[in-house]
């Protein structure tokens, strides 16, 4: 969600020049450390607010104030990045609704509450206009929460394929020295949460007939930190000899990201639910053949370019990693099918298609 809110604020402005963009967000530490977060931009506003994000947000969800037009001033429309918006009264706003993993899966987001449900409920009814990123979230939309379909764009997310290029070699062998990583790896990019089905995947390469490391790359998630143990466990019940090959190299920056991308042999992305699914472009972007899920929205961003298995089926997944392993002519078939499917999704079109809702949505509340 922050690479999603960053890049389409930097998106926005080269493709609405006739519109004001203004990103309103709370930054504290700016009192100490001034410039703008969006240098660079041209033809967007800054207004942050100097407030503390631990006092702003409990008293705004409590009382309903301040308003955010009280702070940034009026504005015919508003795009709320992340779920739920700031309080305001002007009627223009389109939340942004990532993923419906909080009710298929709330075992995996104890954060939300029931006022917290009940205040995305109002807004949904509220809202002109709703974005979701991929036809499954818009599915799974309707169905659970009843709003009419013909209120909600899909929207796809983009991704800067540019810089996703694979890293220089010495780039990814520094890399691998520091992560102690030898020999090929087949690499999972995200959080270490249970909606990723990573113990599934540790016990799947655990009985792949395989030359490879598994590397895991990303860090526990604040809302549920028992996640990473359950993983570690998962690991420690594999045979010595595969133990040595699983590397966990904690979370990681864009940089490093990049060099552990551009040196792997595959990605493993077996994600038992996704709204959207970035690491899969950010693989096609770097040349790297993956394996992901059937399910949710992942076929619908993939395509034909990836390995597609039942995240539920050990033995579909154990398979799919050994045929990509073993097979260098399949490998280098997805590979290249990736990077031509990839084209197809930019923050520049991510950027122009929510301009157009914004503009709907002005035009209806107003």
């Given at each position: 969600?922050?690479?999603?809110a960053?890049?389409?604020?930097?998106?926005?402005?080269?493709?609405?020049?006739?519109?004001?963009?203004?990103?309103?967000?709370?930054?504290?530490?700016?009192?100490v450390?001034?410039?703008?977060?969006?240098?660079?931009?041209?033809?967007?506003?800054?207004?942050?607010?100097r407030?503390?994000?631990?006092?702003f947000?409990?008293?705004?969800?409590?009382?309903?104030?301040?308003?955010?037009?009280?702070?940034?001033?009026?504005f015919?429309?508003?795009l709320?990045?992340n779920?739920?918006?700031p309080?305001?009264?002007?009627?223009?706003?389109?939340?942004?609704?990532?993923?419906?993993?909080?009710d298929?899966y709330?075992?995996t987001?104890?954060h939300?509450?029931?006022?917290?449900?009940?205040?995305f409920?109002?807004?949904?009814?509220?809202?002109?206009?709703?974005?979701?990123?991929?036809?499954?979230?818009?599915?799974?939309?309707?169905?659970?929460?009843?709003?009419?379909?013909?209120?909600?764009?899909?929207?796809?997310?983009?991704?800067?394929?540019?810089?996703?290029?694979?890293?220089?070699?010495?780039?990814?062998?520094e890399?691998?020295?520091?992560?102690?990583?030898e020999?090929?790896?087949?690499?999972?990019?995200?959080?270490?949460e249970?909606?990723k089905?990573?113990?599934?995947?540790v016990?799947?390469?655990?009985?792949?007939s395989?030359?490879a490391?598994?590397?895991i790359?990303?860090?526990?998630v604040?809302?549920?930190?028992?996640?990473?143990?359950?993983?570690?466990?998962?690991?420690?019940?594999?045979?010595?000899?595969?133990?040595?090959?699983?590397?966990?190299t904690?979370?990681v920056r864009?940089?490093?990201?990049?060099?552990?991308?551009?040196g792997?042999?595959?990605l493993?992305?077996?994600?038992?639910?996704?709204?959207?699914?970035?690491?899969?472009?950010e693989?096609?972007?770097?040349?790297?053949?993956?394996?992901?899920?059937?399910?949710?929205?992942?076929?619908e961003?993939?395509?034909?370019?990836?390995?597609?298995?039942?995240?539920?089926?050990?033995?579909?997944?154990?398979?799919?990693?050994?045929?990509?392993?073993?097979?260098?002519?399949l490998?280098?078939?997805l590979?290249?099918?990736?990077?031509?499917r990839?084209?197809?999704?930019?923050?520049?079109?991510?950027?122009?298609?929510?301009?157009?809702?914004?503009?709907?949505?002005?035009?209806?509340?107003?």
């Amino acid at each position: 969600m922050g690479q999603y809110a960053a890049n389409i604020v930097r998106h926005l402005p080269g493709t609405a020049k006739d519109d004001e963009i203004v990103a309103w967000y709370l930054d504290f530490r700016g009192v100490v450390r001034r410039g703008p977060r969006f240098a660079g931009v041209a033809g967007l506003t800054e207004h942050p607010s100097r407030i503390p994000a631990r006092l702003f947000q409990p008293f705004s969800r409590r009382t309903g104030l301040p308003r955010v037009e009280w702070l940034t001033g009026s504005f015919d429309a508003l795009l709320a990045t992340n779920f739920l918006p700031p309080s305001t009264r002007i009627p223009g706003v389109v939340p942004v609704v990532h993923d419906l993993a909080f009710d298929l899966y709330p075992e995996t987001a104890p954060h939300v509450d029931r006022r917290w449900r009940e205040r995305f409920a109002r807004q949904l009814e509220r809202a002109a206009r709703v974005i979701v990123p991929s036809g499954a979230t818009r599915d799974d939309l309707v169905k659970l929460h009843e709003v009419d379909p013909a209120r909600i764009d899909v929207i796809h997310h983009g991704t800067d394929a540019h810089a996703f290029r694979p890293a220089p070699d010495g780039v990814v062998d520094e890399v691998r020295r520091r992560h102690g990583i030898e020999g090929p790896y087949v690499l999972f990019l995200g959080g270490l949460e249970p909606r990723k089905n990573l113990e599934a995947l540790v016990r799947a390469f655990g009985k792949a007939s395989v030359d490879a490391s598994l590397v895991i790359a990303g860090g526990q998630v604040r809302w549920f930190p028992e996640a990473a143990d359950r993983i570690e466990r998962a690991i420690e019940d594999l045979p010595v000899a595969i133990r040595a090959r699983v590397v966990r190299t904690g979370y990681v920056r864009r940089k490093e990201k990049l060099a552990l991308l551009s040196g792997a042999q595959v990605l493993a992305y077996p994600s038992l639910y996704e709204g959207f699914g970035l690491p899969v472009l950010e693989a096609f972007a770097a040349s790297i053949p993956v394996l992901t899920s059937n399910v949710s929205s992942l076929p619908e961003v993939a395509g034909d370019a990836a390995m597609l298995v039942d995240p539920h089926d050990p033995a579909a997944m154990t398979e799919g990693l050994e045929q990509l392993c073993r097979d260098e002519d399949l490998r280098r078939v997805l590979a290249a099918a990736g990077t031509a499917r990839v084209a197809s999704f930019t923050w520049d079109r991510s950027a122009r298609a929510t301009v157009d809702t914004l503009r709907l949505a002005a035009q209806t509340s107003g």
